[in-house]
């Protein structure tokens, strides 16, 4: 079977369910909603950030400072909603012995990967075109003077969203292939943020004081996308103390962790009894 | 055509051998029955030869490797419990297996009407009794017309209504001239479906072939007398080259003959002792006994 057929019998599977239709609902209306409630306690105010006077109707709610904005608030919503969508996507597979049902009928396991892949993709897509589309409604009601150069979100900044959205599914898949149980697996992805980060405040202060400690997993996703204020404040104060970490080892760590948990995800299928 | 053949297929978890060495084949056309105690590696050789678990050795091939490694597309199989996602209902359970068969347009009247499950089509999987689910589970094993069915215990968990519906949809099946790989420890279910049969016990194959070459063509023989010769007719028996088993209960004796021996010859043999028999039956031997005899010895 191609993908699009993988992908379409996945879309069977789980386009009826109630929770997957609860998360992509949360997705969507909390995306908005935060969006909102970001512009409605923002825009009559005027704050400093480190010298710097800010006033965010003006600074961060039009193009193209927005898209950044935008994606900032979107990145909360991939690690919390869209890991674990990912960790629903195996679990319920695996609970349902549906997986096993589905090899019993005639798909290999090497299907299985394709066809949870696409969806992964599918989905890393679909978030990526709200994070776009929010973006440009919100951008097209509050900037003044819109044009094309300043209304068009950049290349790099869609990328990044596009692959913070497939590696924390890619993450919350790979727990669900291992835990095999919902809630168990929903807890050990939220409890692993707060680990890795603990770990690597642990090491960075009493054993090895690099920055290669934030390289682990979470910290590179989660540093795809940065809050916009201090990268304005540089522009503003012309400085470059408050400089976030470099954007290029990230990317090059993101695509590798991406890698790893897709090989160590059709590694477990291989290998699993179902 | 061998359909299945399988050589040297073993399987261990930790230190339990659930399969052992085991050789079988099954040849197109066959209803083989695959009996066996609980734990007897029956659903772990179907999961084996289904995908679902790795082997620790041995190999298998379907249909002489005509489909490739992935000659499940050809075959229909309900592997122990029914397993479908709860919260759609038939019709869209029995599509996606249809999507996955690469079926287009499966005759979904046809197989619910079969299996007696069209007026609750539109019900969620979730809300079936288990009856209904296992009968589900039949509709999805026959959607793109397989060469070949499996059926692990498919009337485990019904009531006797349950298993003489599905009992009744098996025969249909099988009367169409498909190849059936049914596992069962309902002995009297596989002698009355199963052309061919093979035990097993803790992983071994213990016997194989056609049902009438397995069962011992020597009956059991049940026979009573007076209360006041029955222990004259028990030394008589116990010490005669006719008899090689003898049970009495309750004054009634059964016991199976030497081969070669007639029951008729008991008749006379009591006579010629002065025993007059009030009760002497012949009844051939079940699957059941058989079962029992082998897989005790």
């Known amino acids: 079977m191609n993908p699009f057929h993988l992908l379409h019998l996945e879309w069977k599977k789980f386009a009826p369910n109630g929770t997957f239709r609860i998360l992509a609902l949360f997705y969507v209306v909390f995306y908005i909603l935060s969006t909102w409630l970001t512009f409605l306690i923002g825009q009559h105010s005027t704050f400093s950030f480190h010298g710097a006077s800010i006033n965010p109707a003006a600074d961060l709610f039009t193009f193209p400072r927005l898209w950044e904005l935008i994606a900032y608030i979107g990145s909360w919503l991939n690690l919390l909603v869209l890991g674990l969508m990912g960790v629903f996507l195996m679990t319920l597979e695996l609970n349902n012995r549906t997986l096993r049902q589905n090899v019993i009928s005639g798909l290999s396991r090497s299907e299985v990967f394709v066809g949870k892949i696409s969806a992964v993709i599918a989905i890393a897509v679909v978030a990526t075109c709200c994070y776009l589309l929010l973006g440009a409604v919100s951008g097209g009601l509050t900037s003044t003077s819109i044009t094309l150069g300043t209304a068009l979100p950049a290349p790099d900044g869609i990328l990044r969203y596009f692959v913070q959205s497939t590696g924390y599914l890619l993450l919350g898949l790979l727990i669900g292939l291992f835990i095999r149980q919902t809630a168990l697996a929903t807890i050990v992805y939220v409890i692993f943020f707060f680990i890795e980060f603990i770990f690597s405040q642990i090491v960075y202060w009493t054993i090895w004081k690099s920055r290669a400690v934030f390289l682990l997993p979470a910290h590179v996703l989660s540093n795809l996308i940065h809050f916009p204020v201090p990268k304005m404040v540089n522009n503003l104060v012309g400085s470059q103390t408050m400089a976030g970490p470099t954007s290029d080892m990230g990317w090059i760590f993101a695509t590798g962790y991406i890698v790893v948990f897709a090989g160590l995800i059709f590694w477990r299928l291989r290998k699993i009894d179902l | ?297």
């Open chain 2, 1 to 297: 055509m061998p359909v299945l053949q399988i050589n040297h297929l073993t399987k261990r978890y930790g230190s339990l051998c659930a399969l052992n060495d085991l050789d079988l084949t099954i040849e197109a056309g066959q209803v083989f029955g695959l009996l066996g105690p609980n734990g007897s590696g029956k659903t772990t050789l179907l999961a084996i030869i289904l995908d679902v678990i790795h082997s620790n050795g041995g190999t298998f091939q379907w249909f002489d490797g005509k489909y490739g490694d992935n000659p499940r597309r050809h075959i229909g199989a309900l592997l122990e419990t029914p397993n479908f996602y709860p919260y759609l209902n038939a019709d869209q359970n029995l599509n996606l297996i249809a999507t996955i068969k690469q079926v287009k347009n499966p005759p979904l009247d046809e197989l619910l009407e079969l299996v007696q499950l069209k007026d609750r089509r539109r019900s969620a999987f979730r809300s079936y009794s288990l009856g209904m689910k296992q009968r589900l589970a039949l509709a999805a094993c026959l959607i793109g017309d397989p060469h070949v069915l499996i059926l692990d215990e498919p009337t485990n968990g019904l009531d006797p209504e349950g298993m003489i519906e599905v009992r009744h949809i098996i025969q249909k099946i099988a009367a169409q001239g498909k190849t059936i790989i049914l596992a069962s420890h309902m002995l009297d279910e596989v002698e009355k479906i199963c052309s061919h049969v093979a035990i097993i016990k803790k992983g071994k194959r213990l016997a194989t072939g056609e049902v009438g070459s397995i069962l011992n063509k020597q009956p059991t023989v049940e026979l009573s007398c007076a209360e006041s010769d029955t222990e004259k007719l028990r030394l008589l028996l116990e010490n005669n080259l006719l008899v090689s088993q003898l049970n009495l209960k309750a004054g009634r004796f059964t016991l199976e003959l030497r081969e070669g021996h007639q029951p008729g010859e008991l008749n006379q043999l009591a006579f010629e002792n002065g025993i007059l028999l009030q009760h002497l039956v012949s009844k051939p031997r079940s699957l059941e006994m058989e079962f029992l005899e082998i897989t005790r010895s």
